[in-house]
């Protein structure tokens, strides 16, 4: 079974940083597509960026350059290092995992409040 906790979320400036950490309570984390995706008030969610048990990485076009996503599959874990934030990117920010042989089987943490402002 796949639990998803996520942490690091806050307030911070424009122009600061933060990293988000999410952690897994599973057995098949190795093998598992993992992803950021955000919502912000009033807003639908959406992706923010993935990586392949591979370690390859997408992004959506508003956070390239800005955001990086790893993982560290001994510590079962996925991060997001978020740089230059802007009140745009104020939202929830929500810690994703599919198996991607069977897609049905997708994994959503709680969620943690980042919000950007001076």
């Known amino acids: 079974q796949v639990q998803l906790v996520e942490s690091g979320g806050g307030l911070v400036q424009p122009g600061g940083s933060l990293r988000l950490s999410c952690a897994d309570s599973?057995?098949?984390?190795?093998?598992?597509?993992l992803g950021w995706y955000r919502q912000a008030l009033g807003k639908q969610r959406e992706l923010v960026a993935t990586i392949t048990s591979g370690g390859s990485t997408n992004y959506a076009d508003l956070v390239k350059g800005r955001f990086t996503i790893s993982r560290d599959n001994a510590k079962k874990m996925v991060f997001l290092q978020m740089n230059s934030l802007e009140p745009e990117d104020t939202a929830v920010y929500y810690c994703?995992?599919?198996?991607?042989?069977?897609?049905?089987?997708?994994?959503w943490g709680q969620g943690t409040q980042v919000t950007v402002s001076s």
């Open positions: 599973g057995s098949i984390f190795s093998v598992l597509r």
């Open positions: 994703n995992a599919v198996w991607p042989l069977q897609t049905s089987l997708n994994y």
